[in-house]
T-cell receptor, first 117, second 110 residues
């Protein structure tokens, strides 16, 4: 089946540095990708919608200057956490519509565990 | 806002038992999806329900969409340890964004 590849799977960074997470659709084109954040024992919270060739659309309360999204091609979206702080530590997951065989199916990446120290 | 309420939040049972988890809302949805997520992984789609009253079966899992399309349930028969995971219901917005409920963390003990 279709795969969404997300890298890195784990990253540890120092406070104040920036971290880039990549999300690729491997065998299908994704004009739209989605970025989620998940805290331990909690559900996925939608952060933003990444649109190929245009600006991302952010959910209410998500700082667009903090979480930079770039969707330069039909198969790649990146999320950059800028000036990371310990409270940004979380599990970040991307997804793309399609690739499941269902009309409304979404395929998810395997997530990135970010730890800011 | 069209919130999805899932219950129970946590469920711990013995292998072989049956269980049901619920996903409720005060809003009507065109469709609902159920996902299962294992630790350190992304969610995996189990099923999409679209028609009010619809029942879908996936081996030992039975999914039902309420007649009014405001609620859904997932019933697992004879649970196995491999069923352990976080079960999430989700709704798709008119703009194609997917919003999740809080999830039910299921633990099945041998």
């Amino acid at each position: 089946g279709a795969v969404v590849s997300q890298h890195p799977s784990r990253v540890i960074c120092k406070s104040g540095t920036s971290v880039k997470i990549e999300c690729r659709s491997l065998d299908f084109q994704a004009t739209t990708m989605f970025w989620y954040r998940q805290f331990p024992k909690q559900s996925l919270m939608l952060m933003a919608t990444s649109n190929e060739g245009s600006k991302a659309t952010y959910e209410q309360g998500v700082e667009k200057d903090k979480f930079l999204i770039n969707h330069a091609s039909l198969t790649l979206s990146t999320l950059t956490v800028t000036s990371a702080h310990p409270e940004d530590s979380s599990f970040y997951i991307c997804s793309a519509r399609g690739g499941t065989g269902e009309v409304y199916g979404y395929t998810f990446g395997s997530g990135t565990r970010l730890t800011v120290v | 806002t069209q919130l999805l309420e899932q219950s129970p939040q946590f469920l711990s049972i013995q292998e072989g038992e049956n269980l049901t988890v619920y996903c409720n809302s005060s809003s009507v949805f065109s469709s609902l999806q159920w996902y299962r997520q294992e630790p350190g992984e992304g969610p995996v789609l189990l099923v999409t329900v679209v028609t009010g009253g619809e029942v879908k079966k996936l081996k030992r899992l039975t999914f039902q969409f309420g007649d009014a399309r405001k609620d859904s349930s997932l019933h697992i028969t004879a649970a196995q340890t491999g069923d352990t995971g976080l079960y999430l219901c989700a709704r798709r917005s008119t703009l194609g964004r997917l919003y999740f409920g809080r999830g039910t963390q299921l633990t099945v003990w041998p």
